[in-house]
């Protein structure tokens, strides 16, 4: 682990979308992780080393990550049903910090609440609401998530500041994201600007 | 008649297959709902007071200033600092890496520490950093030849030439203004629920407004260095019609693809103002005289407003015949009749060009202030509810969808060279988006998603081979490269202005035309394209300086 630097939430939310398009994820899916990264920052939990974590494992431009087993698409998919989940699910997760993050953005976007329990932590969420208890590591993974329903616990709004992050992290994240930038050309830097002088 | 009795219905407003198209995006006018005219309508009402409590700036014309905002619970303050810079190195383009002035928008009052901290990064732009106590960081450059020209006037106890005024518009161009969250400046989200911010670009249009109060300043300021006691101050008509320009590229042109939301909801703020007034059975003899007096504000400012790009030359001349043939119509009793604001647009149809049509759809808001402007608190939108898929509408829900809102897209042959000869990108060079040319450039397979006709086409025949009954969840599980063209088209389903109805990719396409699109909401004029993606524009223009903003009447300055 590194120092922490600061960076703001939009700064997160953006290196993270390109960080994880430069990994390899679908434009679809590197937004989910984007907006993933700026809810869990949002509440101090560790945004960047959940992300670099993610992009540990199948590393390479182009190649797809095994979407059906990689920790990104199993919470984006649990997020997409969460208006359909009655009862509560049972599930092993390699990153439940990412299923808290997706679940609390459908909780957000649903005004619903739903609690996460797993060997780490518990959680409550709702709305602009997170109430989190637990002593374990909340990076590590877990073989029994439970993830129901659940009663709104009045808990911490999300804080719109600035925020440390992993500097190590941060780093890799910064050089994922290069992945997607194009050099430039003289046909690209021709087109780019004014055809006329600026010393007018 | 009041709002209550005005309320249009969805089918009332224009059809975005009208609207949404860059042809008539590209024509759009400012309007009352615009973002600077918005703002000071605010600062006005809540009774914002104004100073300068800082000057600092040599006899060279280097230093700092600051310019303060102070309203009923909260200060902010435009931190200025002036540079001497070489004419070889001004330029307005984001690889530029010095300019004539830079600033900060600071969330209080500076202290001298915080000037400090500012004035070690400010003045780097991009490769500096702010923090949450910044809300903007912005730049500009002078126009060479009028900002010689007025020192020159002024310093000989002369006024200025008013032809050159009118030529140029403005003393300084901004070239960026960066806000929300951008280089550690505080997140879109820390201005929540302040009244006066908290519209659209609220705090990059306060920025902009008190650099122009810094321009002339300065202006004066090196009249005095030069001319001492010899030297006099610009009147202040002439003072007005100085705006500030402001100079943009390619990099503003995607935001209106990457927040659909929000372009829906400026959108739908405008057509229902439009609407409401299209629904009004009559109109006043005072609501009338307003109306004519806008009408003759906008036939001086198209005959003032100058370009030299051969697209603009001809609609520029489209809108001046436009506006004669306006004045024409007019004078035979045009509004004397029922429902004369819908008679007028509906006449305008066939008789004016797009660009004329447009503009006519701004003036007739103008009388109107008590019904529309209200509509601009509804500019602003939360976009946490788009970002999110419902995975449990079904694959026959979506083919719905795309039938409803995006035949347009699938009626488009994408396969011949030219229908996706460019690609977006995002430069190494300066981290700006960029424009390239597919079949001639490297780098298509780092594509930005703003193919959106060309993704919904695909997707679309994708989901032939899949079963109706299928959860989007699962087809999303198995396909994560449609993810996000149905989340846009999941977004449209309820925001019929979220997209816009044209090939990005095609090779005849225009970004000049999404760049006036969104100047015009902020409420830009003169819109001066330098190339298809490159365009110069005034703000500002005729508005009142901050120390005048109490006493003039309230938005009374946009057709003077």
Known sequence: MGVPIIRTLAEIDATVRKAMRGHGYAWGLAEEAGKAARWLASYGLPAGQVMAELASSNDGFGSEPQTRTCPLTQATALADRALALAEPITMTAEQPLLILAQMGRAADALDRAFALKCEAFQANIARNSLTITGQGDLLAPTSHLICRPAIPIPGSPASPAACAVDACSWETLCMLAERILVPASDLSRAGAGTALSDND | MMKTDIAPTTSSLRPPSEIMRLARMGSAHQTRLSFMRGLLRSLRREGWRFDRP??????????????????????????????????????????????????????????????????????????????????????????????????????????????????????????????????????????????????????????????????????????????????????????????????????????????????????????????????????????????????????????????????????????????ARLEAHLATDALSQPSPWNALLNWSETALSIEGQEQLAALILEPYGDLVDDLCTNMATDETATARIEGTMTVDALRALIARDYAWATAIDHTPADRCARFWYVSEEKLEPRLGQRHEEPGAEREEPLDISRAVAALASALNDVDGDTLLADFLMRDPQYRHTVRRIQTAASRPYSEIRDNLIDGAMLPIDMLRCKLAFFGATRFDPRSDRWVRICLYRNAPFPHELADMPEDSWAYP
């Open chain 2, 54 to 323: 800082v000057w600092n700036i040599d006899d060279t014309g280097v230093g700092h200033a600051v310019y303060r905002a102070t309203g009923p619970r909260r200060s902010y303050s435009l931190v200025a600092f002036a540079h001497d810079l070489p004419d070889e190195m001004r330029s307005d383009r984001v690889i530029a890496t010095a300019w004539d002035a830079t600033f900060a928008l600071f969330d209080g009052t500076p202290t001298a520490e915080d000037i400090d901290r500012l004035s070690r990064n400010v003045p780097k732009q991009e490769a500096g950093r702010i923090t949450d106590r910044e809300l903007s960081l912005s730049r500009a450059n002078r126009s060479v030849r009028l900002w010689a020209h007025v020192v020159d006037r002024l310093a000989a106890g002369e006024q200025p030439d008013e032809e050159q005024i009118e030529a140029v518009g403005y003393l300084m161009r901004t070239t960026a203004v960066y806000g929300s969250g951008k280089f550690g400046a505080a997140d879109r989200a820390v201005l929540a629920g302040r009244t006066v911010m908290s519209g659209p670009f609220r705090a990059e249009m306060l920025a902009v407004w008190l650099i122009r109060s810094f321009s002339l300043d300065l202006v004066e300021h090196m009249a005095r260095v030069k001319g001492g006691e010899c030297a006099t101050q610009i009147a202040p008509d002439m003072r007005r019609r100085l705006g500030i320009g402001n100079s943009t590229g390619l990099g503003m042109a995607p935001f209106l693809v990457h927040h659909p939301a929000l372009l829906d909801a400026w959108m739908t703020a405008r057509e229902t103002a439009i609407a409401r007034v299209r629904a009004l059975p009559s109109a006043t003899a005072p609501e009338r005289a307003h109306f004519m007096h806008c009408v003759a504000g906008a036939v001086r400012n198209a005959a003032g407003w100058r370009s030299e790009h051969p697209i603009q030359s001809v609609k520029l001349t489209a809108l001046r015949d436009d506006l």
